[in-house]
């Protein structure tokens, strides 16, 4: 069960009402790598988890990563306050109104005019925040790595941020939750290495034959390797043309039927097939004017 | 620049038309776990990527990553074939059709009637495939994690698809995949550490008052531990109501307007306050019947 | 700040693992009209909102959706336990898995094939949620009204999911669930109605030509009508095709251009000019097999 | 059946070419306020509707919505028509052109670049319109409430487009098609209220423990309160930790299962067990360079 | 403006209530290829259109196509008549709800459940209509291609549905909108072919050495080749690796920069470089147990 | 089975770091008319395709196309090489910083936080491409139509980029690009006209009561008309009120139910009736303050 507490999890303190920059931070409220992902991401894991432990991590970061939603949004609707009266009363001409919405050269625009200057869950164009970001597949193995990658990715899109902003308080709390994904991606890495063995992830085995090759499938000069194909443990495999397929076989695709299916399937193909020995006049000839002299020109 | 050869990276062989298990291998052709979401995600990684051997790794994975997407695709159109044939020829009965089609207890009909048996890009659930899935942000320490937990998800997805299909020939060519997955997530742990050093990510370094704290936010009895938030490393700390804000300023939300802004909000929140010492009649009040005698019932 | 306790707000005490009906529960998990929905709706409402007591009651209430996040999740989880084991660790035959995932009847097996058991944010389609559901516009007339419906509506799905469980563990939490909806629905009507005056919503008023007008757009036999449009208060209009416009006007739509911009726009007019007076050879008459003799059939 | 007239329902006169005012006006087109999700809101719940009064309002005024929906579209149209040949026809140099389609300041080149200037259904943003806006869920009194709500959002949307162009035509045009939304508000009005009772919505009534009860759960000073959570129709119950749950049994979920699925639930936790009292050397670790002299420093 | 009359454009009458093929009759209600795709993309491109004739003929076929699609959802509603009413009542015991909610065999639980069995706007998969179905561009010798196309392949799903179902009435009126599918493509070509030149389409020459070339890209036995690509009027090129690039040039790629942004450039370059003479341990390798003897064995 | 080759297939010299103009080419990457649309499109019909010649032109069409993907994603990557360097490396004031994201005039701000300057998979709006955008049915005599339309689509779009670059090394890329989609174009047409007959598509006739039918929807003045509903093939019918049905029956729709279904149909209409005949006070008046006096004024 969750509960509030009307203090944030860190002080907000806004210098200046800013639509263009609140815009930008939507990024990390309603973005794929923002905070209200991370929530939701942790959530059901934990909900899923037959782990006590991880469990209790689980819903801990979540419920931190809400906290964290709050302080996000909140900056987003201290920077859009200003902004949001305006609109809403009038008080300007509808040319200088104009003006100030479409002349943020970015996407404030839409905040202002569909959201009324509240903090949507969009991302910085507009797009509405979808589950289609979080990659939960509920297996720990899998799952942890993506809650790694997850706390990286926001780690860097909050120093983008960072680098962007010179309110001193926006960078100060931006700051803190950029800190916080480095300390949640430590837990998490200590939480898959607790896994032991953790790789391949799952339960079945790889094929021996192709756990430890590397296919080079683009060729070209010049050639740059490392250690992700080059070493003892690598096969290093140059595929050409020649090489498939990888199994020795016929590299074909083949299907067993009924016959009846069979015979439905070449009525089927003979019905839609094309003539391979006619030179039809087409549409586009009809449209390049070839349609009574036929086949005399190039576009 | 991209070639192709008409022999598949892996053999397929199908032993029997299903549209059912067809339905569910889409997870893997179009689904958020993938092979065109993999592809997709190494591609534009490559064309953005600076460093030269990191470049060529991951077109070499992208491009296998497509020839992975022409077996399972083959795959889901050889498990089609048959029933490609009879709906678009017509040759059941409508009522055979009918129960043929619903009767596969998953959403295979949305392959039929719409797709007409082909292998479109939607998961198994018919949900088009969306480049949401693709968690790329242009940062190769964040990438390569992402890359690391895509391969893991995908593992388990093939893993799963194993566990559920008794046709050799379709586990023998998932089997293969499976592997493949395996093989590239060791490639992408090598790229990932053959960076010096990579984490934090960014480079950007984190607030050191904040970098090692774990906030336990969920009480409750029992609480479980464990690596992630005990041990000398880590500065454990319960939140309770009285811990916010953790910066230990006032926890609130101030922002700076212009006195012509601030007078604006201040008349839009007149406009729009409501009166807290009211008991008005609602409506719905008015729908249980309240209208006149006003406050005399509960619903 | 938000804080969390390991008690549910609802003991959930679910009978007999069901993957089929975990599949529908669904709906109020991550579906349009589901929990995730209610708590995303009234926490950015409480974010942006100027109205100290209507901020309180917002987040209270958005708290509380959380905590319902929480408990129906929670019964998704539990009747999935018995599919996720099983899948996982591939105990059963791969055909009776098959038969058992693709039997259920309905999209269970998205759940289990691509989540792996856990509770994803979709719903019982499979459809990923979207920020799309939610309505905000940061005006509170507007948005009151909003909750309101909202409230209504995920009454009504809850009301129809015990309608169809037999399990009185799952039916007496989700009976609590829909009770709290009417709660919730009679606070927002509280807080609409102490804003005097709340319509029409927003500052502008009506234009009193078509402010109480009712333009009855669809003719045939019987007419019924009603409260909504017959009574003193109401002009009922008949529209035929005559009455268009209702301004009196042309009806017509003007624009002004420079000589410049409509230089240009009537040489694309020309270029792109469809000739009304030829009888053109057609692709599709081509495709009939007309293109020499042209014109001497129908399909 | 649907007959159209060639005249507008209100007569458009727009002044100025203007793509960038266009493209605002794009929310009410195809934006999820707009008048075609209007339309598609009305017209599918008329075809489902068994009162045959609210069948024929419903219909009337889905009809008069798509009549507006032509209305805002050609005013898109007509304020895109100068952009429409430019780019079309090439007839300025490209770095004006260039210059033309990025200064507007907001997401016009969308509707250049990728519609060619005519009217999208999409939202300023330039998100495609999807029916997850709709939130019809086929019962009278939930309906006929997010009808309500929808009229008052685009009353609203009307509002700020209205206070942002100063082009006379335009703001005749959106002011009738304001003024329309309140109509229709009031209409559904009176038809919700027609039904005796009308709450709660749908059959099943709430359970009486819990219908009247305000749970607060967002402490922290000062608290604010009002009609929706005072007075003697409410009990106030202020939730602490200790509260939960509310219906005085563990807070805890279970579920029964078979022994075999217990079994391997078991197995599965086990196989995914992670090592609480481990200190794993981790891949953050490792990349920070502490593989080798583990545990020494923090990032 | 448009008008509605009560009567259908085609009389329905449906023999049985069946929610299962009310589900599959969704596809052309709320689906890619149904009747709203078809009205909105006429509607939107009569909107834009310069040319008088083709503007009348769009706007014609497009509120046809809105009778349509009132036809359908008609369809829809009355195979859901009975299903309607039994969930909304309850008057079943739950479990043969239940049953006859999951048993259909496909997606129908959704339509009943979340739409309360009303015709919703989705797909036989539920997934709701989105506007990125429309692929019109403003442009009429692209669009008309694009509205040719759509009218087949509407046909051709009609033509499936009908294959299906055994309720006369049903197959009746579907015989009916499936025809003028056909009617519509024939006007729609003669609408193209009426602009001379249309092809190639705009207004842009191409470049003549690739108009006519036809690139095999795909090589392997056995070759086949047709009217696309031999006869006189084709350049056959075989691409091999070595014929990258087409142009002789280089075949990479180039570009420009200021000295400042190079630096930049060279200096993230260097931050984010991978050694690639390193063999690190990594992630994967901890988590198969080798992080003390590292690399020692395989997975 | 796919190879690459690191030489792209056309050489990319770009001028002048430009994110503005990067974001911009979007359209023609993650676009819906752009290549990756295309490359999808050709590569699934292909692998459902039974004919083949036709599975050969798809798939080499394809593999050309993901060749094009790469050229413009190049072209994508190269004009984002400055902007990508002077966010990760935080080397300007983040004044400037904020200045030169927000100034661009388009959406390449979202490009650059988002995407860290990378070419992603959107359009230049910021949406994520989605296979929604992919048409295909799995019927040749419709999706060789769609493909016709689709290379049509893609030509404009290249052309109106063409239109606005004055980079001449960037232009020549797209002219190629563009040039290719009319010989793609071509060599669909003949594939299409290849096939005796090909119109009606599929193999179901229409209706021969409806198959020469325009119906004329839309009335007032002027009337236009051309080849596509006038001349001897085209039966011409005014509709007007009078005119629905066209079959001349009763135009209503029926359904047969079981009297039980029907039973509790009648239950629910009866339960959710309105009132015809009242005049309900509503929560509009309530919220005109017309609570006590009952209509007594409008708005």
New interface residues.
């Given amino acids: 069960?969750?509960?509030?507490?009307?203090?944030?999890?860190?002080?907000?303190?806004?210098?200046?009402?800013n639509p263009?920059?609140a815009n930008?931070m939507l990024?990390q409220f309603?973005?794929?790598?923002g905070e209200?992902a991370a929530a939701?991401r942790y959530?059901?894991?934990a909900?899923?988890e037959?782990?006590?432990?991880?469990?209790?991590?689980l819903?801990?970061?979540?419920?931190?990563e809400?906290?964290h939603?709050?302080v996000i949004?909140?900056?987003?609707?201290?920077?859009?306050?200003?902004a949001?009266?305006?609109?809403?009363?009038?008080?300007e001409?509808?040319?200088e109104?104009?003006r100030s919405?479409?002349?943020?050269?970015?996407?404030s625009?839409?905040t202002?005019?569909?959201?009324?200057?509240?903090?949507?869950?969009?991302?910085?164009?507009?797009?509405?925040?979808?589950?289609?970001?979080?990659?939960?597949?509920?297996?720990?193995?899998?799952d942890l790595?993506?809650n790694?990658?997850?706390e990286?990715?926001a780690?860097?899109?909050y120093?983008?941020?960072?680098?962007?902003?010179?309110d001193p308080g926006v960078?100060e709390a931006l700051?803190?939750l950029?800190?916080?994904e480095?300390?949640h991606?430590?837990?998490?890495?200590?939480?898959?290495?607790?896994?032991?063995?953790?790789?391949?992830?799952?339960?079945?085995?790889?094929?021996?034959?192709?756990?430890?090759?590397?296919?080079?499938?683009?060729?070209?000069?010049?050639?740059?390797?490392?250690?992700?194909?080059q070493?003892e443990?690598w096969d290093f495999v140059p595929?050409?043309?020649e090489s498939?397929?990888?199994?020795g076989?016929?590299?074909?695709?083949?299907?067993?039927?009924?016959e009846e299916?069979a015979a439905?399937?070449r009525?089927?193909?003979t019905?839609?097939?094309?003539?391979?020995?006619?030179?039809?006049?087409?549409?586009?000839?009809?449209?390049?004017?070839m349609?009574m002299g036929k086949?005399t020109g190039?576009?």
């Fill in positions: 069960m969750f509960f509030h507490n009307k203090r944030l999890q860190y002080t907000v303190r806004v210098n200046e009402s263009g920059l930008l990024e309603g973005g794929p790598q209200l939701c959530f059901t894991q909900l899923g037959d782990d006590p432990g991880r469990k209790d991590m819903m801990d970061i979540s419920t931190e809400l906290s939603l709050e949004g909140t900056i987003v609707a201290m920077l859009n306050k200003g949001k009266g305006r609109l809403a009363e009038g008080t001409s509808e040319a109104m104009y919405i479409s002349g943020g050269g970015n996407d625009h839409v202002q005019v569909l959201y009324g200057g509240g903090p949507p869950l969009v991302n910085s164009a507009g797009v509405p925040w979808t589950a289609a970001y979080i990659d939960t597949i509920g297996e720990p193995t899998a790595r993506s790694i990658a997850a990286a990715r780690k860097i899109v120093e983008r941020l960072i680098n962007l902003t010179d960078k700051g803190f950029m800190t916080r480095i300390a991606q430590k837990s998490f890495e200590k939480a898959l290495y607790a896994m032991e063995p953790n790789f391949p992830p799952g339960k079945l085995p790889g094929d021996p034959r192709f756990t430890n090759t590397y296919f080079r499938m683009s060729s070209g000069e010049p050639e740059h390797r490392g250690p992700w194909n070493g443990q595929m050409t043309q498939a397929p990888v199994d076989e016929s590299g074909l695709a083949t299907v067993q039927m009924t299916d439905t399937l009525a089927m193909a019905r839609t097939m094309s003539n391979p020995d006619s030179d039809p006049l087409t549409g586009a000839e009809l449209g390049m004017g349609g086949k190039t576009p």
